[in-house]
């Protein structure tokens, strides 16, 4: 079974930092993409930040210069690196990966985590 699990996730004051990681296991052949997701209360789900194969990043305006998203191929791991958080960085973080776990590319979703800042 090809699961995602996340962690780091947690409460911290405005303007400080948190590193969450996100591991795929199971029987996987190759992975494209990795990134994060966040929903905030009553908001819809919104990217966050991807990591490519070929290593190139992409970033919501809102969390550029302060968000760092990267990934170990050999771990199947992708973290997000979140600095100067704002309360508005407050949600759920999920981890996504487009995956080829042998019935083709395919997108999965780890269960969330949240993070909360406070003012």
């Known amino acids: 079974q090809v699961r995602l699990v996340e962690s780091g996730g947690g409460l911290v004051q405005a303007g400080g930092s948190l590193r969450l990681s996100c591991a795929a296991s199971?029987?996987?052949?190759?992975?494209?993409?990795m990134g994060w997701h966040r929903q905030a209360p009553e908001k819809k789900r919104e990217l966050v930040a991807v990591?490519?194969?070929?290593?190139?990043?992409n970033y919501a305006d809102s969390v550029k210069g302060r968000f760092t998203v990267s990934r170990d191929n050999a771990k199947k791991t992708v973290y997000l690196q979140m600095n100067s958080l704002k309360p508005e960085d407050t949600g759920v973080y999920y981890c996504?990966?487009?995956?080829?776990?042998?019935?083709?590319?395919?997108?999965?979703w780890g269960q969330g985590t949240q993070v909360t800042v406070s003012s």
């Open positions: 996504n990966a487009v995956m080829d776990a042998g019935l083709g590319l395919d997108a999965y």
């Open positions: 199971g029987r996987i052949f190759s992975i494209n993409d």
């Open positions: 990591a490519t194969s070929d290593g190139d990043t």
